[in-house]
């Protein structure tokens, strides 16, 4: 599974309709149609999720614990990630995802979605 890291050891995580809340502060997000970039520690990353309500799109406050992370998927309304599993142990990370080799969409039948072949993830 390939997840991004929200939340290092000692952060403080929360979300309120799919908009994270990072140790007090809110993260900032920027949208243009279905696209919605998040940007955590000032870094660009696409994101995407719908404003239909689901259980998932918020929680309160938690604490990172030590040696484990809190990670979450990029498609936050489709995505098994912390939010359901927990917090992940630093034995179980390995790995960087530098580029998408193949994707498709599991909401129609997986019909391949090209434009996103051999792209460049940010």
Do not use: C
């Not at 660009?44 to 040696?67: C, G, K, R």
């Not at 990630?81 to 193949?102: C, M, N, Q």
């Amino acid at each position: 599974m390939i997840k991004r890291i929200i939340g290092i050891p000692g952060d403080k995580v929360a979300m309120h309709g799919n908009r994270l809340l990072l140790n007090g502060k809110q993260v900032a997000y920027q949208r243009d149609g279905d696209r919605v970039t998040e940007l955590l520690d000032d870094t660009p990353h696409a994101i995407q999720w719908t404003e239909n309500a689901s259980p998932l799109d918020t929680f309160a406050y938690v604490t990172v614990p030590q040696e484990h992370y809190l990670v979450l998927g990029d498609n936050r309304n489709n995505s098994t990630d912390s939010r359901v599993y927990g917090f992940v142990p630093k034995s179980e990370l390995s790995g960087r995802a530098t580029h998408v080799i193949a994707s498709f969409d599991l909401d129609n039948y997986y019909k391949p979605r090209s434009n996103r072949w051999l792209q460049t993830l940010m």
